[in-house]
């Protein structure tokens, strides 16, 4: 449900209070748009966030009746062995996971913030430096053939009739290899990228790109019309061989016969 982002930091700040009064914490860390993006916290966003509990000390976080409080719940849901997913009754909207210190070093903790810490909590590590990416040769014939080799499964799934299966590679799959291939030609700007989810934000990250997604993406129904589309975009931008064009476009057409 939408909430004023006053009001989601005011209950994370209530949850660290909870967190700080327990004892059995060494911090609490506000991650993405409450952690250090806060400049993306709008009415839409919801809460993110790790609790750093003392040794020993996990499991009565990972109960989610901690929560309560700092404000009543509606409904709680273990989603992870680390994790939970909660719903208040006013309507803001939860996720959250708790780790002991040791495991500090493992955590995805690039867009963390620390909200609270007792005096003994050891700081943030340093955030490891990304491992180098593929050759950009390697990476690229990698996501033009599996985008490709995707529209055709994808084509021949939905003439058997899997229609769910079918859009899930043409329309997921696929997609998200040309969007790959945009950002790597730089039609796809890094700025605001999500590492953990590439197909966020792409509609205020590359607009002209965001226009053509109803077409790549038309649900459904629209399958064969989703295939042709993404098709036509990897021709105009990449080196599509013309045996895998053909076929593409020969399975689509079989299934208007």
Sequence with gaps: MP???DALLARLNALARVVADSGHALALLGLGSVGRERERLDRWSDLDFF????????????DGAWLAQAAPLAFTFRNTPDGAKVLFEDGIYAEFAAFEGSRLPE???ASARVVWAAPDFPGLPAVPPAPPPPHPAEAHAHHLGEALTNLLVGLGRYGRGERLSAMTFVQGYALGHVLALAAARGALPAAGADPF????RVEAR???LAAQLPAFAPGY?????????????????ESVPPS????????AQALEE
């Design 3 to 5: 909430t004023a982002p």
């Design 51 to 62: 609790v750093i509990a003392r040794p020993g000390e996990v499991g009565r976080f990972l």
């Design 107 to 109: 955590l995805p903790l």
């Design 197 to 200: 989810s590439p197909e966020r």
């Design 206 to 208: 590359a607009p002209g």
């Design 221 to 237: 129904a629209g399958t064969p019309q989703a295939a042709l589309a993404l098709l036509a975009h990897l021709e105009a931008h």
């Design 244 to 251: 895998m064009s053909r076929a593409i476009r020969a399975a």
